[in-house]
């Protein structure tokens, strides 16, 4: 059964350090999604990605954040500048629709992201 | 905007029995889709269980069935013969027709003992 990829499943950094969290959605998905889950918190939506662009963001997508599809398998999510309060569970999620019957989103395993 | 409330931060349930999770949401939207993901110790998101807003037929899925109250906007599910694999947090989650971001509710976390 297809699945959401993640790499690396853990990633500690210090504090002011780029990182860049890779996923590998499902192939025939087009709609994907950046979610974070902070320790003991609910999940939150960070972006949506669609056809090349960014088609939602949320509040806590600043200017520290993008996201590039860079070929036709991998989407990635680059911190520029990475803050402890980045420290989180992050999740890639893909869909085959946005809107149709299709539209569940399956996620990856995640990557824990550490910042020191 | 959109919100997801889950009342219910912990629930527990013998195996076998079976064990009710609460959702509300509020939203203006018409056409919507709900969802339940679980979330094992692992951290995975799984999903269980997806609702739309237009079927007035409550979704199944084996031992996961919901009770969907548009009216109220209820959202509950329901674990039959509840199993230890299914100690896990519990999301519900809410997206509109027209978009596509989830918006969870703060969980619930189920343990399931002998």
């Known amino acids: 059964e297809p699945e959401v990829t993640q790499t690396p499943s853990h990633q500690v950094t210090q504090m002011g350090q780029e990182v860049i969290l890779r996923c590998v959605p499902i192939?025939?998905?087009?709609?994907f999604y950046w979610y974070r889950q902070i320790l003991g918190q609910k999940v939150e939506f960070l972006v949506s990605?669609?056809?090349?662009?960014?088609?939602?963001k949320s509040e806590i997508f600043d200017d520290q954040f993008s996201v590039e599809r860079p070929d036709g398998s991998n989407f990635t999510l680059k911190i520029r500048s990475t803050k402890l309060e980045d420290s989180a569970m992050y999740f890639c999620a893909s869909s085959y629709s946005g809107t149709s019957r299709h539209n569940e989103q399956f996620f990856g395993p995640g990557t824990r992201l550490t910042v020191l | 905007a959109q919100t997801v409330t889950q009342s219910q931060p912990e629930m527990s349930v013998q195996e076998a029995e079976t064990v009710t999770l609460s959702c509300t949401y509020d939203t203006s939207e018409s056409d919507y889709y709900l969802f339940w993901y679980k979330q094992p110790p692992s951290r995975q998101m799984i999903l269980v269980i997806r609702?739309?807003?237009?079927?007035?037929q409550n979704a199944t899925e084996n031992r996961f069935s919901v009770n969907f109250q548009k009216a109220a906007k209820s959202f509950s599910l329901k674990i039959s013969d509840s199993q230890l694999g299914d100690a896990a947090m519990y999301f519900c989650a809410y997206t509109p027709g027209t978009a596509s971001k989830l918006t969870f509710g703060t969980g619930t976390r189920l343990q399931v003992t002998l």
């Open positions: 192939s025939n998905h087009l709609y």
């Open positions: 990605f669609y056809n090349n662009e960014i088609s939602e």
């Open positions: 609702q739309e807003a237009y079927k007035q």
